[in-house]
């Protein structure tokens, strides 16, 4: 059972304009999400959370959404750049008696094309 | 943020023998984690390991095949034990730090473990 899913396996996008990542999960108990970006060969880089109890959080050009009814959330790059071509992971936290449990999305390959 | 290293970056393995995989982190932290990313795969939790106290391991994984030891707050150690080549993955820690409302998690570049 997947409970984190990111069901775009590559997106390409033009340099400037606007990268959407998505990511749907179904666990409603997730108390954090987390974006990450990977190049190979490196470990995952993080990018960008947010809480459950919010649903937006801006970082730079990096900006993450979280509509809990829809149980859906989207990294938002703007504008994206050459250097944003890695894989993006989505992950989600649940807390379950005081340790943290972590599941990650399959990755969306993004290529920003220049 | 957290900078953390790990050793070996890669190695390649004879199946049956062990290899002990080591993370070191450039500040205190109570909770670490291990984690695996199979080829084509996403990334796998492992084990949260807290110093001072056993490693709570996730569904799949136990102790004598992945025994983990955390003997203080900034280094820990993840052993594969009687590799098989289905061992063959990036072996990752990583550390996360929080606050009220925020929570951010760091990881190592990896170790790529070949098993033949």
């Known amino acids: 059972d997947q409970q984190v899913k990111q069901n775009s396996p590559s997106l390409s996008v033009q340099e400037g304009r606007i990268s959407i990542l998505n990511c749907d999960y179904t666990?409603?108990?997730?108390?954090?999400f987390l974006w990450y970006k990977k190049y190979p060969a490196e470990g995952p880089t993080f990018l960008i959370s947010?809480?459950?109890?919010?649903d937006k959080n801006e970082d730079g050009r990096f900006t993450v959404f979280l509509n809990k009814s829809a149980k859906h959330l989207s990294l938002h790059i703007v504008p994206s750049q050459p250097g944003d071509s890695a894989v993006y992971f989505c992950a989600a936290r649940a807390t379950t008696s005081g340790t943290y449990k972590y599941i990650f999305g399959t990755g969306t390959r993004l290529k920003v094309l220049a | 943020s957290a900078v953390i290293s790990q050793k070996p970056s890669r190695d390649i393995c004879q199946r049956g023998t062990s290899l002990t995989i080591q993370c070191q982190v450039d500040?205190?932290?109570?909770?670490m984690f291990w984690y695996r990313q199979q080829p084509g795969q996403s990334l796998t939790l492992i084990a949260t390991?807290?110093?001072?106290?056993?490693?709570?391991?996730e569904s799949g994984f136990v102790i004598d095949k992945f025994p983990i030891s955390r003997p203080n707050l900034t280094f820990s150690t993840l052993t594969v034990s009687n590799m098989s080549p289905e061992d063959s993955s990036i072996y990752l820690c990583?550390?996360?730090?929080?606050?009220?409302?925020?929570?951010?998690?760091?990881f190592g570049p990896g170790t790529r473990l070949t098993v033949t």
């Open positions: 666990n409603s108990m997730f108390d954090y």
């Open positions: 947010i809480s459950s109890i919010k």
């Open positions: 990583s550390v996360g730090r929080g606050g009220y409302d925020t929570y951010e998690q760091y």
């Open positions: 500040s205190q932290v109570t909770m």
């Open positions: 390991a807290n110093q001072g106290s056993e490693a709570t391991y």
